[in-house]
């Protein structure tokens, strides 16, 4: 000591100078278990990420799905509440039933009038009043003629039946007509054609009226040649101030002509006593109806068949 001796005591050294192998351990234990906290920490961490992100896209799918739902439902409310309005709207139907009462009588009387122009198209009026309320009045005269002549009617009623026939009639000639007018390049619309041949019928609704109360064929004739005639005249005089050949005007006026005439013969005799009238004819007033009458039969006696029997045995 005195010397300056070198060696150095290890018992009186400080253990707080310096780190021991133990306490190197333990730290190394402490900072492994803090690394592996911290990867705990880490991996919980990208695990709830991991689960917003999942719940973020199913909320985001969720989100769209009721967008498109909705947009899906409000298209489908506005073509709904549109087609509503369309055939809701009387606004649509205005211009064709807007007409006075005035100008309905001038074309009642002008239907009946035909007028010899060609060289113009002549006007025809654009409106349905008139021309419906003519082929309701025609479904009421036939369906008085029904009842005065007891028609029978098997399958469906008097009613349905008159309105079937007088607007099928209305309907489906103006469209078949409308189609020969197509095919011959004739200035015509459907309108314009159902108004022509409605006001057409209102010389039909004159002759069934008077005949069906008046039960005379000679009348029925006159009046089926004179006011029936005087009508079609004047739809025939229309369309050929609209159709321009010699040949489509003899097809469309032919074929109008045909169709309203026989029509007023089939609303005549499809409903009229026509079989009452004819055995009446043929019976006279005062002829009594015929009877059945018995009649005796004479018996044949038993030894006549045998005989017959016997004989056609033998010819066999």
Same mark, same amino acid.
């Given at each position: 000591?005195?010397?300056g $001796? =070198?060696?150095i005591?290890?018992e009186n050294m400080d ?5 021991s192998?133990?306490d +190197?351990?333990?730290?190394?234990q402490?900072?492994k278990?803090e690394e592996e906290?911290?990867?705990a920490?880490?991996?919980a961490?990208?695990a ?8 973020g896209?199913?909320?985001?799918r969720?989100?769209l799905?009721r ?6 439902w409000? &298209?489908?409310?506005?073509?709904a509440?549109?087609?509503?309005s ?6 649509i139907?205005?211009?064709y ?6 100008? &309905?009588?001038t074309?009642?009387?002008e239907s009946?009038i035909?007028?010899k122009?060609i060289?113009?198209?002549?006007k025809?009026a ?5 021309p419906?309320?003519l &082929?309701f009045t025609?479904?009421? @005269?036939?369906l008085?003629g029904?009842k005065? $002549?007891d028609?029978?009617?098997r399958?469906?009623?008097l009613m349905?039946t =008159?309105i079937?026939?007088?607007f ?5 000639v103006?469209?078949f @007509?409308y189609?020969? =007018? ?7 619309? +459907?309108?314009? +054609?159902?108004?022509l041949?409605?006001?057409g019928l209102f010389g039909?609704?004159?002759?069934l009226f008077v005949?069906?109360?008046i039960h ?11 006011v029936?005639g005087?009508?079609t005249?004047?739809?025939v005089?229309?369309?050929?101030s609209r159709?321009v050949?010699?040949?489509q005007?003899l097809? +469309?006026?032919g074929t109008?002509?045909?169709?309203h005439?026989?029509f007023?013969l089939y609303?005549?005799? =499809?409903y009229?006593?026509?079989?009452e009238?004819i ?5 006279g007033p005062?002829m009594?109806?015929?009877q059945? &009458?018995?009649?005796?039969i004479p018996?044949?006696?038993?030894? @006549?068949?045998?005989t017959t ?7 066999l």
């Open positions: 000591q005195g010397g $001796s =070198a060696v005591d290890m253990d707080t100078s310096g780190s192998f133990e +190197m351990g333990e730290m190394h402490r900072m278990e906290e911290e990867e920490d880490g991996e961490g990208a709830e990420e991991e689960d917003g992100e999942f719940l896209m199913k909320g985001l969720g989100q799905g967008q498109v739902a909705d947009q899906m409000q &298209v489908g409310k506005r073509q509440s549109k087609a509503f369309l055939y809701a709207n009387i606004d139907l205005r211009p039933f807007d007409v006075e009462p005035v100008q &309905v009588r074309r009642l009387l009946m035909p007028v122009m060289n113009f198209p002549q025809i654009g409106e349905l009043y008139g419906l309320m &082929v025609l479904v009421a @005269i036939l008085h029904m005065t $002549s028609t029978i009617i399958e469906g009623t349905g =008159a079937g026939t007088c099928g009639y209305w309907l489906g103006s469209s @007509i189609f020969l =007018a197509y095919l011959c390049n004739a200035q015509i619309t +459907m309108v314009q +054609m159902l108004s041949l409605g006001y039909h609704c004159i002759t005949t069906y109360n005379f064929h000679s009348l029925f004739y006159i009046f089926w040649l004179g029936g005087l009508s005249l004047r739809m005089a229309v369309l050929v159709t050949g010699h040949t005007r097809i +469309m006026c109008l002509a045909a169709l005439m026989l007023l609303l005549h005799f =499809a009229h006593k026509v079989v009238g055995l009446d004819t043929l019976e005062n009594q109806p015929f059945r &009458v018995a009649r005796d018996v044949v006696s038993n030894a @006549i068949l045998n029997a016997k004989a056609v045995a033998l010819t």
